[in-house]
């Protein structure tokens, strides 16, 4: 299994040494809100590499691979590096809202909640709709990660920028939100501590962003 692991991580680490130009000329987020660049170019000028996003790619991986089986792990960890190239967000900004809403059910791609959310990333209906998919996009796990960011998106508009508080914004209001925000630091914690078990970054990289607490 640990071999498996390893082969997995290592392709997807693979897939995403592509142009990086060219997903960024794609990226549905980017293309939806222009206004953003200045946001994301300050962001990127504090350190936010691609080595740092890579690294997050395995611990992922395991994380996702306590819930689903290894190849659909490790297809849902690309998607978080995928998605958030040129947004203001890491892979597991994105990685840990998936296991908060739908990591007690596999996350299933079919996931749906007594309220009527979609989808890995639990989007509603109205809300896919707003950033331009249908609610059957939602069972395509890469739409759904890429409504999933614009929604996060729009949540970081809200909060003014608080990137914590878009994520619990991102549930929703009130106790259910409270209780959400707690599971989904728990995970959270659970894929910094997948991160601990590997190499540490070189120091000429500078401090690891990872541990800034949203």
């Given at each position: 299994m640990k071999k498996q692991f390893i082969l997995f991580?290592?392709?997807?680490?693979?897939?995403m040494s592509c142009d990086q130009s060219q997903i960024r000329q794609t990226n549905p987020a980017m293309m939806a809100n222009p206004e953003l660049?200045?946001?994301?170019?300050?962001?990127m000028g504090n350190g936010m590499h691609l080595d740092e996003r890579r690294r997050q790619i395995p611990a992922i991986t395991a994380a996702f691979a306590k819930r689903t089986d290894l190849q659909r792990a490790s297809r849902l960890a690309s998607l978080c590096y995928l998605k958030t190239i040129d947004t203001p967000f890491m892979p597991l900004d994105i990685a840990e809202i998936a296991l908060a809403e739908t990591g007690s059910h596999g996350l299933s791609a079919k996931a749906v909640s007594y309220k009527g959310a979609l989808g890995v990333w639990q989007l509603m209906p109205n809300r896919a709709k707003s950033h331009g998919y249908s609610p059957e996009d939602m069972e395509n796990d890469e739409k759904c990660a890429e409504a999933a960011v614009l929604e996060l998106l729009s949540k970081m508009r809200m909060a003014k920028g608080d990137l914590k508080k878009a994520k619990k914004l991102y549930c929703g209001i009130g106790p259910q939100a409270d209780v959400y925000e707690e599971r989904r630091i728990g995970?959270?914690?659970?894929?910094?501590?997948?991160?601990?078990?590997?190499?540490?970054?070189?120091?000429?990289?500078g401090p690891d962003p990872l541990l800034r607490p949203s």
């Open positions: 991580a290592t392709a997807a680490l693979c897939a660049e200045k946001e994301i170019r300050r962001v995970f959270r914690r659970e894929i910094l501590r997948e991160m601990m078990k590997l190499p540490p970054m070189r120091a000429e990289n």
